[in-house]
């Protein structure tokens, strides 16, 4: 039997003398086994930043992290990725399998970084949350993280529901709307989401303006209504009150309305707005503009790439072309141009 030799730790090595194999003692320290590396996002941040992804996950499909992690490491950042859930497809198929991670579990995973002085982030990303346990551990993870960096801006898609169906606990509104809210720095709710937050029906692009102001007056300083069906068209509104007290600047993006239902794209939308905002912190409308025009070139082409295997696109919900569209992500060209509010 072999012994590790103290202070010494011995290792097995297989070497090869003339095609014949033999094992020889390698020896480290206890010190140099027990010192890790410098983690070189910390050590040499890039100049974009370093986010926390705290979303679903899909073996395969694109969807929650699988749809956010990707364009922003295109974007410059670095991302790690805690996953929610991990499923093997997303649940819009006939059946799926898998796991959900519970709130024990991600404090577990927080522990685990914070034992290793691993827990300075720029920006925490939040995306779907199915139980009340889970979105509380996440409040925590907010309150831990701003602890290691006063400056983290979190970006939450607090996803509940869309078109009038609620898809989570009717509990999880109450907390979004009286805890994360009041903590988050920027806010990317569909127009039944932001209804939902606000208590204020969304019919007119005044209404849109107004449930921004009502959402600003709770905490973030940005908000983007992703979504507003109004007259055949799709209508994102954002806001950015760049001051408390102060009017915000409000701009729309007109967006065509797609005959289709892709999955992923809210969990997309949100990653692109924090990547472009992130660039330009003080023109929340040129990042939208820089979002929009991303995630509207990606719709055409998976809308394409179903007409050509001769798959009718109205008939299922649609996987994107993410890696495909990696161009759309890097180096969007600007089609769809934001209008300010005056």
């Known amino acids: ?13 297989p070497a090869r003398i003339s095609g014949i194999f033999f094992f020889r003692y390698i020896s480290f320290s206890k010190k140099s086994l027990m010192a890790a590396p410098p983690i070189l996002s910390l050590a040499l941040p890039s100049e974009t930043g370093r986010v926390l992804s705290i979303q679903s996950h899909t073996v395969q499909g694109y969807v929650g992290n699988k749809s956010a992690v990707f364009p922003l490491q295109l974007l410059g950042y670095d991302v790690d990725p805690i996953n929610s859930v991990q499923f093997s497809n997303h649940t819009g198929y006939p059946t799926f399998k898998g796991q ?6 991600l404090g577990d995973l927080i522990a685990g970084l914070e034992e290793n002085n691993l827990l300075y982030y720029t920006h925490l990303l939040t995306g779907y949350i199915g139980s009340v346990s889970f979105l509380n551990a996440v409040l925590e993870v907010v309150h831990k993280l701003r602890s290691v960096n006063p400056k983290l801006t979190y970006v939450c898609d607090p996803v509940m529901g869309d078109d009038g169906k609620l898809y989570v606990p009717t509990e999880l509104v109450a907390i979004y ?10 806010l990317t709710p569909n127009q039944f989401e932001a209804e939902l937050l606000t208590g204020f029906r969304i019919v007119t ?4 303006r ?11 300083s940005k908000v983007v209504i992703t979504s507003i069906n109004m007259e055949g068209n799709l209508l994102l509104i954002g806001s950015h009150q760049k001051e408390k007290g ?3 600047d409000q701009f729309k993006i007109v967006m065509p309305k797609i005959p289709a ?9 949100t990653a692109l707005l924090l990547g472009w905002s992130n660039k330009y912190p003080d023109n929340l409308d040129k990042a939208a503009e ?25 008939s299922s919900s649609l996987e994107i072309r993410l890696v495909q569209s990696q161009d759309d992500i890097r180096h969007p060209e600007v089609k769809y141009k934001a209008e300010r509010y005056t």
Not at 1 to 13: I, K, Y
Not at 210 to 220: K, T, V, Y
Not at 261 to 269: N, R, V
């Open 100 to 105: 959900v991670l519970n709130g024990q579990q």
């Open 1 to 13: 039997m072999l012994r590790s030799r103290s202070p010494l730790l011995s290792r097995l090595q």
């Open 261 to 269: 239902y892709f999955t992923g794209t809210g969990d997309l939308m």
């Open 205 to 208: 692009e005044k209404d849109g």
């Open 177 to 186: 709307r009286e805890k994360v809210v009041p903590v988050a720095s920027m």
């Open 246 to 248: 102060h009017s915000p």
């Open 290 to 314: 820089l979002a929009v025009s991303s995630l509207q070139a990606l719709l055409q082409r998976t809308l394409a790439d179903y007409v050509k295997v001769g798959f009718a696109p109205q």
């Open 210 to 220: 107004e449930a921004c102001n009502i959402l600003h007056a709770s905490g973030p």
